[in-house]
Antibody, heavy 118, light 113 residues
Framework: QVQMVESGGGLVNPGGSLRLSCAGS????????MSWIRQAPGKGLEWVSY????????YYADSVRGRFTISRDNAKNSLHLQMNSLRADDTAVYYC???????????WGQGTLVSVSS | DIVMTQSPDSLAVSLGERATINCKSS????????????LAWYQQKPRQPPKLLIY???TRESGVPDRFTGSGSGTDFTLTISSLQAEDVAVYYC?????????FGQGTKLEIK
């Protein structure tokens, strides 16, 4: 069955860095675009970043552009999010999500919690 | 950016009654070349990731009960639950994937009256 498992979350100081990873299984990873979507505690969903199936097209939300970098390794069925210059308002559960080409996100991972605090 | 606005923010409905959630986009998300509305609905239960219910505004995802119906076009959309069940208590989000950033509505919390 389709599964995405995130890892790499944790507690980090403001200004610090973290690298999130997502391992996909149960589907042909290279056929799908992937996104990171986050949810601050008690809040709604915020789209963070998109990477096309080949990795050639990338988009970021204004709130993270210049600080976060999305990447993927189709040979290893993995998705990554390098997060630098972290701020308190980056605190959230980060979800890895699979997207149908030119269409919607259809599956979400369980999420990994990132807490930015001193 | 396309702003997605849901109404109401919260809703309490009796078991077996109809629940209606509205979603309005700040610009049309109908792609005229294929006549598709780039709108999805997700259900999120506590401590769980969101689950896809509806895509292309009105196509029900496989396995989703037929009491869930999506409708609308252009800028105005509706999610209707025809007969509320206890397991439908959740937060519901609309989401446009027409153009990046792929924005979400603020969510509608659905409870039992």
């Amino acid at each position: 069955q389709v599964q995405m498992v995130e890892s790499g979350g944790g507690l980090v100081n403001p200004g610090g860095s973290l690298r999130l990873s997502c391992a996909g299984s149960g589907f042909i990873f290279s056929d799908y675009y992937m996104s990171w979507i986050r949810q601050a505690p008690g809040k709604g969903l915020e789209w963070v970043s998109y990477i096309s199936s080949s990795g050639s097209t990338i988009y970021y939300a204004d709130s993270v552009r210049g600080r976060f970098t999305i990447s993927r390794d189709n040979a290893k069925n993995s998705l990554h999010l390098q997060m630098n210059s972290l701020r308190a308002d980056d605190t959230a559960v980060y979800y890895c999500a699979r997207g149908v080409p030119a269409a919607m996100v259809d599956y979400w991972g369980q999420g990994t919690l990132v807490s930015v605090s001193s | 950016d396309i702003v997605m606005t849901q109404s109401p923010d919260s809703l309490a409905v009796s078991l077996g009654e109809r629940a209606t959630i509205n979603c309005k986009s700040s610009q049309s998300i109908l792609y005229t070349s294929n006549n598709k509305n780039y709108l999805a609905w997700y259900q999120q239960k506590p401590r769980q990731p969101p689950k896809l219910l509806i895509y292309w505004a009105s196509t029900r995802e496989s396995g989703v009960p037929d009491r869930f119906t999506g409708s609308g076009s252009g800028t105005d959309f509706t999610l209707t639950i025809s007969s509320l069940q206890a397991e439908d208590v959740a937060v519901y989000y609309c989401h446009q994937y027409y153009i990046t950033p792929h924005t979400f509505g603020q969510g509608t919390k659905l409870e039992i009256k």
